[in-house]
Each structure stands twice: as structure tokens, then as C-alpha cells.
Nanobody
Framework: QVQLVESGGGLVQAGGSLRLSCAASGSLFRINRINAMNWYRQVPGKQRELVALITRGGSTNYADSVKGRFTISRDNAKNTVYLQMNSLKPEDTGVYYC??????????WGQGTQVTVSS
């Protein structure tokens, strides 16, 4: 099994920045098979949406709504993925979840961290 622990959420004013972290622990066999690390966002009444992803090889992709403002990165030595969020907007408010994908049917989720952006 793989455990994911997020941190770094909080309350920030619009225009501010936050950096989220997600540390993976548990089975090294499974951790070494993680192909992509993803950040999702969920707000009440809406589906969980993919915000950013980074593959094992370092390729990244972002939701249109965060391009140019968010940056995802990973430190393989620490089994940690980061989400640097700049120029935050009130619509970025939500619970941010870290996700580790091994294959199409094997995913692990963190417990989520709240991000609140005040106007």
C-alpha cells in the first residue's frame, strides 16, 4: 500500500501564494511503480477536477484554469510532489487531493487539504 499525506493548505488573500506538499510512504515496491502524481481539486457540489499532473519522466500538464499560475514538481529522492500556487483567485478555493497512479486501475489518494482564497 501507499500512503499519501498532504500539507500546506490554508487561508490566503487573492493574489497570494501557497505551496502544497504530498509525501508518499509505505511499500517501496509500489512507490517505485508510480507513473504519475496528480493534484485534484474539489468544491462542494462539483466533481473532483484534475488540476495538475507530473509523470515519472517529468512531463507536466495543467488545467486551463491554472496554467501560468501553478507549477507541479516532484522530488523523487523524497517521494514528494509539490504544487506551487501563485496569483491565487477565490475560484481556486477547494479541497486539494494528492493522487498517485500506478496503472489505470490502481490509484492512491491523500486525505485532502483545504485551500481558501479570500477576495
Amino acid at each position: 500500500q501507499v500512503q499519501l499525506v498532504e500539507s500546506g493548505g490554508g487561508l490566503v488573500q487573492a493574489g497570494g501564494s501557497l505551496r502544497l506538499s504530498c509525501a508518499a510512504s509505505g511499500s517501496l515496491f509500489r512507490i517505485n511503480r508510480i507513473n504519475a502524481m496528480n493534484w485534484y481539486r474539489q468544491v462542494p457540489g462539483k466533481q473532483r477536477e484534475l488540476v495538475a499532473l507530473i509523470t515519472r519522466g517529468g512531463s507536466t500538464n495543467y488545467a486551463d484554469s491554472v496554467k501560468g499560475r501553478f507549477t507541479i514538481s516532484r522530488d523523487n529522492a523524497k517521494n514528494t510532489v509539490y504544487l506551487q500556487m501563485n496569483s491565487l483567485k477565490p475560484e481556486d478555493t477547494g479541497v486539494y487531493y494528492c493522487n498517485a497512479q500506478i496503472d489505470i486501475s490502481t490509484h492512491y489518494w491523500g486525505q485532502g487539504t483545504q485551500v481558501t482564497v479570500s477576495s
